[in-house]
């Protein structure tokens, strides 16, 4: 199975960007699944339901969310609508949503795409581990599904890397978001899962995480509040992990970074 995840879409650079590209990217590595995060979709700030509507148009089969899935209050009625949008798995119960979502791909084939929200140095919620390993309980790769993503929604890269240590074997990949830098450790690790402790963003890399750097600098620099940020809108760099699976074990067999456009070197998985 070749699986593409793209990073947090940040503003409408991002959006319109990836929406325009999505397609082609999907046919260029014949892509079968492929996943956005857009929590930052709307101004940086949570996922419109026009939005989220415009991204499964443009080819998103899951969307993922994350510490801002709520900024948007609209998508709160949306996601209990939208099983293919998915929240942390390891809100409260009774939060509206899922924190996951099983979906049917050609071929008979079935993936699991789940998303855990770190705690270090983020909001407290239930334990993103305990809650993985109740959901893996259910779902068991290379029977009951034939890919299992999980998109690890955290601060820190330790916490990152621990989750992807304590599932290596039991999930096809691994993914870290919300830092918005693509990291450089894309591996499979020795038990068979793909990972990279950030994806990046999709969005203006000429910014501070997306967002206008002058507004953000003003804010570590003079310690002022300063305007309500809002994203950078120059052209996007679209950040992502493409990984190719063995549709028998649901282990990975490769993993490689994906970097189109805007400022940044550029990387193409050749397929
Ligand atoms: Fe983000
Ligand atoms: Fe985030």
Redesign the pocket.
């Known amino acids: 199975m070749r699986i593409l995840f793209m990073g947090?879409v940040v503003g409408r650079t991002g959006r319109d960007t990836l929406g325009r590209e999505l397609p082609h990217l999907r046919r260029a590595m014949k892509i079968d699944l492929a996943i956005v995060n857009a929590?930052n979709a709307s101004h940086g700030f949570g996922l419109g339901p026009d939005m989220a509507d415009a991204l499964f148009a443009a080819g998103a089969d899951v969307i993922t969310l994350?510490?801002?899935a709520w900024d948007r209050k609209e998508i709160i009625p949306y996601i209990s609508q939208h099983p293919r949008l998915i929240r942390a798995v390891n809100y409260p119960p009774e939060t509206p949503g899922a924190g996951f979502t099983v979906i049917d791909l050609p071929g008979g084939r079935r993936a699991l795409v789940l998303q855990a929200m770190g705690r270090l140095y983020m909001d407290p919620l239930d334990c993103p581990f305990r809650a993985t390993a109740d959901l893996l309980a259910r779902y068991r790769l290379g029977t009951t599904v034939q890919a299992i993503v999980a998109d690890v929604?955290a601060e820190a890269t330790s916490e990152k890397m621990a989750y992807a240590h304590i599932f290596d074997g039991q999930v096809s990949f691994v993914v870290g978001?919300?830092t918005h830098c693509p990291s450089a450790d894309a591996q499979v690790l020795p038990g068979g899962t793909a990972f990279q402790s950030d994806a990046g963003m999709c969005g203006d890399y000429d910014s501070v995480i997306g967002m206008t750097k002058d507004n953000a600098a003003l804010r570590f620099w003079r310690k002022m509040p300063g305007e309500r940020l809002g994203p950078a809108e120059g052209p996007a760099t679209l950040c992502g992990v493409f990984v190719e699976t063995d549709d028998t074990t649901g282990l990975a067999r490769r993993v490689e970074p994906v970097r189109v456009g805007g400022r940044l070197s550029q990387a193409m998985p050749e397929v």
């Open positions: 947090d929590e994350g510490n801002h929604h978001t919300h």
